[in-house]
């Protein structure tokens, strides 16, 4: 989960840490390497056509596998014969999220988005079809900086779960509630406002919560939104389970968690996985333990450019993540590594694709430009030192 729009940024400017890995904009890369599985158990009521779940499996394997304009055309193609061809709300909700994916991916966010909502309008399909795509949504707003229609999206969520209580009970639906509460609370972490976040998290909702952390109630998205809400409030033992947790989750198999499969866009599992590897190493550097951050941190630079390619933002916000490592390892130790940080900075720097500094009106970076601001004054600050 890193995580999203200018979260390295407002991280720094509170002081705190840098909470986990962005979910950058991405420029033609590929989509998430989880396929869809039809033993997804969260909810009872989601049954997939296998022919509908091999559509979709093998639409996403060739966008992935090419990662050409041509393949994304051909992927969506696919898509849609499988969508216009099944009446199941549950087959044309999963089809929905997969071609959002696809669009993200491609950088189409205002076509993702508009799937995505549409997603709302299938009253028939599954809960976990919808949450998922609500999860997704937030995703988006926020890496675009749309923080009230984020906020806005996660309480409809948590909202229609809550009516859905009133009308069948909990029984079913409990880790979707969790997953809900989770996201609303990520929405107002990356705010700022920690006290609203603490609701939403185990800890303001058992008090004790040593127990349902260590269970499997806390998994994937939600386990690494309550590691950086952990990490931000420094009990760093639990915010390094946390992540340990997430990461241990992607050796499991695609079949281990009822939620990771129906995960899209920015919110896809293999973005969660290295957004808790980034957390951790960012985690170990804190404390110290350089050794470990190092390691950490290039195990998410390497699982990121073997799923993205080694010229997607992504990997500059991961640079970022290693060049602060550095400073900071400087500082301790009182050694230098300013030719370290300054390659970092600057290659970070050419993979956001930055415009000039007089450069105005560049709206398509807005969803990046706190993060570039970022970059540009750790890499001024180390041509001022040299």
């Known amino acids: 989960m890193i995580r999203i729009g200018d979260k390295l940024f407002r991280a720094k400017c509170r002081g705190s840490t840098l909470l986990a890995l962005l979910r950058l904009p991405a420029a033609a890369a590929s989509p998430p390497h989880r396929a869809f599985s039809n033993k997804v158990h969260s909810d009872s ?8 779940l091999e559509m979709t499996n093998y639409a996403l394997s060739l966008a992935r596998s090419e990662k050409s304009g ?7 193609l696919v898509l849609e014969q499988c969508y216009s061809t099944h009446s199941d709300e549950n ?3 999963m089809v929905v999220l997969a071609m959002s994916s696809l669009l993200y991916h491609s950088g189409n966010y205002e076509e993702a988005i508009e799937k995505l909502q549409k997603i709302q309008n299938l009253s028939l399909s599954s809960m976990i079809i919808r949450v998922a795509a609500s999860e997704a949504l937030v995703g988006l707003h926020l890496e675009l900086g749309q923080d009230d229609a984020a906020a806005a999206t996660a309480d409809m969520c948590l909202q229609l779960l809550e009516t859905i209580k009133l009308d069948i009970g909990t029984e079913g639906i409990e880790a979707l509630v969790d997953q809900s509460k989770a996201l609303k609370g990520l929405v107002e972490l990356i705010r700022g406002n920690t006290e609203s976040a603490m609701p939403c998290f185990p800890e303001g909702r058992y008090g004790d919560c040593s127990s349902f952390v260590m269970g499997g109630q806390c998994t994937g998205n939600a386990a690494l939104s309550y590691g ?6 420094s009990d760093f033992e639990m915010a390094k389970h946390m992540y340990t947790k997430v990461i241990s989750e992607e050796f499991m198999g695609k079949e281990s968690s009822n939620l990771h499969q129906l995960s899209a866009c920015n919110m896809n599992f293999e973005d969660t996985v290295v957004g808790a590897t980034c957390a951790l190493g960012q985690l170990e550097a804190q404390l110290g333990n350089f050794e470990n951050a190092e390691k950490m941190l290039t195990a998410a630079l390497k699982k990121a450019e073997q799923t993205l390619g080694d010229q997607h933002p992504k990997i500059g916000a991961i640079l970022t993540c290693i060049a602060l490592m550095y400073r900071h390892k400087a500082t301790v130790e009182r050694s230098s590594s ?3 940080q300054e390659g970092l900075y600057r290659r970070a720097i050419e993979l956001f694709k930055a415009p000039p500094l007089d450069f105005k009106g560049a709206q398509e970076q807005a969803c990046r430009r706190d993060l570039i601001a970022l970059v540009r004054g750790g890499y001024a600050e180390i041509l001022c030192l040299q």
């Open 45 to 52: 009521s989601f049954k997939i056509n296998p022919v509908a």
């Open 70 to 76: 041509n393949a994304y055309a051909q992927a969506q």
């Open 91 to 93: 087959v044309k909700g």
């Open 228 to 233: 950086e809400f952990l990490h931000h409030k």
């Open 338 to 340: 300013l030719l370290i």
